[in-house]
């Protein structure tokens, strides 16, 4: 099994940063692409930014030049650097990772969340 435990959510006033980790553990063998995605109240998840293995990035283009992400291999883990923050960008954050486990299977994972909150 495989768990995902984020951390370094919280409230902040627009125009602050935070700093979003996400650290993978238990049976696995590699890590593919790692992704942060956010859900805000009534509305359906969304893909924030993504990184692969060899380290290329995408974003979201309500998030390009404010968010970056980046991973920590032998950390197995992922970040997520969050600023010129919003008030749109309140929402809960879930990773995702994609794993090669050491049973030989290959599936992603979601984090718990962590909640973003940015007052005006």
Do not use: H
């Not at 951390?7 to 063998?29: F, K, M």
């Not at 590699?30 to 974003?59: D, F, H």
Request: net charge neutral; charged share 15%.
């Amino acid at each position: 099994q495989v768990q995902l435990v984020e951390s370094g959510g919280g409230l902040v006033q627009a125009g602050g940063s935070l700093r979003l980790s996400c650290a993978a553990s238990g049976s696995i063998s590699s890590i593919n692409t790692m992704r942060w995605y956010c859900q805000a109240p009534g509305k359906q998840r969304e893909l924030v930014a993504t990184i692969t293995s060899g380290g290329g990035t995408n974003y979201a283009d309500s998030v390009k030049g404010r968010f970056t992400i980046s991973r920590d291999n032998a950390k197995n883990t992922v970040y997520l650097q969050m600023n010129s923050l919003e008030p749109e960008d309140t929402a809960m954050y879930y990773c995702y990772v994609d794993v090669w486990t050491t049973l030989g299977t290959y599936r992603g994972f979601w984090g718990q969340g962590t909640q973003v909150t940015v007052s005006s």
